[in-house]
């Protein structure tokens, strides 16, 4: 699976940032799929993560009631919406997939990575 991650760029406190992840050589459809961020001198942190035929979504706290994730099986991409955008969520924004259809939270749970999306958000 190759991941394509986009979306990312600068706004304001306060804004909306919706990022993509596409893949190519194989769907989502066994797949876990997650965002993750990273700040420079920091652990890759989770994000969001939607699985299964009935997209079972999943957010740390630090997002929840901000972010929404989704996916689009017919154009095989996931997405993330990002409202109320806070100065601490500046972070590099990774994709990834992770074989079969459960909860994970972390890192090692995923086997494929995009190569990240920097969002900036300006106080």
């Known amino acids: 699976v190759q991941l394509q991650a986009s979306g990312g760029g600068l706004v304001q406190a306060g804004g909306s940032l919706r990022l993509s992840c596409a893949a190519s050589?194989?769907?989502?459809?066994?797949?876990?799929v997650a965002w993750f961020r990273q700040v420079p001198g920091n652990e890759r942190a989770f994000v969001a993560t939607?699985?299964?035929?009935?997209?079972?979504?999943n957010y740390a706290d630090s997002v929840k009631g901000r972010f929404t994730i989704s996916r689009d099986n017919a154009k095989n991409t996931v997405y993330l919406q990002m409202n109320s955008l806070k100065p601490e969520d500046t972070a590099v924004y990774y994709c990834?997939?992770?074989?079969?259809?459960?909860?994970?939270?972390?890192?090692?749970?995923?086997?494929?990575w995009g190569q990240g999306t920097l969002v900036t958000v300006s106080s």
């Open positions: 050589g194989s769907t989502f459809n066994n797949y876990a």
């Open positions: 939607i699985y299964g035929g009935v997209a079972t979504t």
């Open positions: 990834a997939a992770g074989w079969g259809n459960y909860l994970r939270t972390v890192r090692s749970g995923y086997n494929y």
